[in-house]
């Protein structure tokens, strides 16, 4: 490998388009990136961080030894000692407090095949389903909504289906920089292909600009105007009756909770005219396929689950399901985050979304791994952190989760950690998390490794292992395992095709998923049937529910809090084109860190005459759980009083997180990061 230019399928780890592409590697030298006509997803495309975002591997910064904490400072280990000391730790824990007195945090960056054995270890060996990963901080309630409604939490289709959509909608998401490659796709059909384009955001992202139509509605009020759009359309007849009468239950009683949402109604608690809410019922009742794409603009809020499900509604009333360019399309922000769910890292699911408490279920995965397993849900990540707090959890084991910076009320989060007994963290960086831990594990990343992983599309992807493991680092399923072993099991897999071929035999819905078809630039999109086919487009044999009809799912606005006087401004974040979420990666990565070094606060140019400020003013955020200094970009991309500040930030000080609340969907527990009310300081 040291003298050879190697070439390596991989696939890209930064968000949930799923794009793959050919590493270049010379010994550990990052030489080039290569797309192709066949990959999957994205074919010749990527943006900046599949192209450049890969220098981290190789940073002096990466963890390469065991660290255990001595006092106030951590000594390198070898891995005999830091898995003794584990074994020894969470053992005595769960003797003496019970199963349930531990939690485990899994990773939506590593792999499908990681996520599986963590959670065979929390419940199998650890018993209990205190397992969960970060899709609790962004798309759980968009999961939620779906199931509610359709049967299944994932994407109804492809990308292909959203690029031949007549019609896309975007809500409260940013695909332009959150999702790259995706966004290219709709930015050609609309530019080309006639696709209309509707999008809803109350800042004027790249997408909202080049939009037919673009709504900025009050924050928080999504749910209230697409419930209207939604009663215009049936008011006016224009309901998909045939589409109804044959696939959907509870039409009646839907229609009757839309009630109160009436174009006045809808015009005085979201802002938005009734020209427009017109408008976008026309478009939508003219259009032939429409296609909804939402992100954490609808989920990060109390009512995220709620407004999902008023999503799905409106696309079943219009028959926007199980057709080419129909469905609802959550997108994924991780890499992995769809894959994680999938594989069972959640407190009330196996693998395949089947229930822990379902007893039929249980008894398959007790006979294959020969334990008695817990039958009850178990904590969130969130209900985690509150039973730090109420002394319910004592040790935690996380693995590549920087949670102490992108957890909700994170000044809260890191004083829970400091609680804790005893805490593991694995990572391939000390990340802030790694400073409240007791033992840090040295991780591989993807380059490292293999494995598959899973995009927003529900596409099962293999990546290919390019480079050794740095130092004494091992890849994440390796470490997983080694732990399970030190406490008693007897796990034997040696590579991740094996753990795969587990998780087929168990769950059906990966049934046909072998390494073997997954070879080359070949995928498979689940459900995937016992003969290897995969499901491109779900429903068109019927809705996930047992008489496979869908259900339209009657839900009520939750009216946004009152702030308190002082906190007179609103703060929306998101992601940044260039950086992935805490920035752990691509800041380590040269050419992105040198484009984009830091993180800024956008105000607007209203808000900047009445302030007296610039751009690059420095000025201290304010909330009740904490505050933050900036510099400030004036853009007309924000108005009035709304502020945006992207979360992608290494710095604790910066973090749009020292200034979240512990508030949270009243369904899933995502935290509600995008129901900030801020005051602002110059400084
Ligand atoms: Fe990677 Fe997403 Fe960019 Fe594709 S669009 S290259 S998956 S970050």
Known sequence: RKSRIEKTKTVCTYCGVGCSFEVWTKGRDILKIEPSVDAPVNGISTCIKGKWGWDFVNSEERLTKPLIRQGDRFVEASWDEALSLIAEKLGSIRDEHGHD??????????????????????????????????????????????????????????????????????????????????????????????????????????????????????????????????????????????????????????????????????????????????????????????????????????????????????????GNFARPGTGAYPLRGHNNVQGACDFGTMPNYFPGYEKVSDDAVRARYEQAWGVKLPDQPGLDNHQMVDGIEDGRIKGMYLFGEEMALVDSNSNFVE????????????????????????????????????????????????????????????????????????????WNYRHPSEIMDEAASLSPMFAGVSYERLEGWNSQVWPVKPDGSSTELLYTDGFAFPDGKARLYPVDWTVPFEPEAEYDLHLNNGRLLEHFHEGNMTYQSEHIRHKVPSTW????????????????????????????????????????????????????????????????????????????SVRMEVL
């Open 601 to 676: 606060l956008e105000v607007s140019p209203e808000l900047a005459a009445e302030r007296g400020i610039e751009t690059g003013a420095q000025v201290r955020l304010v909330s009740p759980f904490g505050a933050v200094k900036l510099s400030v970009v004036v853009t007309d991309r924000v108005r009035g009083k709304e502020l945006y500040l992207p979360m992608n930030t290494q710095q604790a000080s910066e973090a749009v997180n020292r200034l979240t609340s512990s508030h949270t969907d009243k369904v899933t527990h995502t935290p509600s990061y995008k129901e900030i």
């Open 101 to 318: 007195s531990l939690a485990y945090i899994a990773s939506s960056k590593c792999s499908n095949e990681e996520n599986y054995i963590f959670q065979k270890f929390a419940r199998s060996i650890m018993g209990t389903n205190n397992v969960d990963n970060c899709s609790r901080y962004c798309q759980s309630p968009a999961t939620s909504g779906l199931m509610r409604t359709v049967g299944l939490g994932g994407d109804s289709g492809t990308i292909q289906d959203i690029q031949q959509a007549e019609l896309v909608l975007i809500v409260g998401a940013n695909p332009a920089e959150s999702h790259p490659v995706l966004a290219t796709r709709v930015k050609r059909a609309h530019k080309l292909y006639g696709q209309k384009l509707i999008v809803s955001d109350i800042r004027k992202n790249e997408m909202a600009e080049r939009a037919d139509l673009h709504l900025h509605p009050h924050p928080s009020s999504d749910l209230v105007w697409l419930s209207a759009v939604t009663k215009y359309i049936i008011d006016q007849g224009w309901e998909n009756r045939e589409f109804i009468d044959q696939h959907v239950e509870g039409f009646d009683a839907y229609r009757e909770s839309l009630a109160p949402y009436t174009l006045e109604y809808a015009e005085e608690k979201s802002g938005l005219t009734r020209e427009q809410l017109i408008q976008t019922a026309e478009m939508i009742h003219q259009s032939g396929s429409t296609c909804i794409l939402w992100a954490m603009g609808v989920t990060q809020h109390r009512g995220g689950t709620d407004t999902s499900t008023a999503i799905c509604n409106l696309l079943l009333t219009t």
């Open 415 to 490: 004083e829970m950690f400091g609680k804790l007994d005893f805490f593991v963290v694995q990572d391939i960086f000390f990340s802030r998390t790694a400073q409240f831990a007791d033992v840090v594990l040295p991780a591989s990343p993807s380059l490292e490794k293999d494995g598959t992983f899973t995009n927003t599309e529900r596409r099962i992807q293999r990546f290919h292992q390019a480079l050794e493991p740095l130092g004494d680092s091992r890849p994440d399923w390796r470490i997983i395992q080694d732990v399970a072993n030190a406490l008693g099991a007897n």
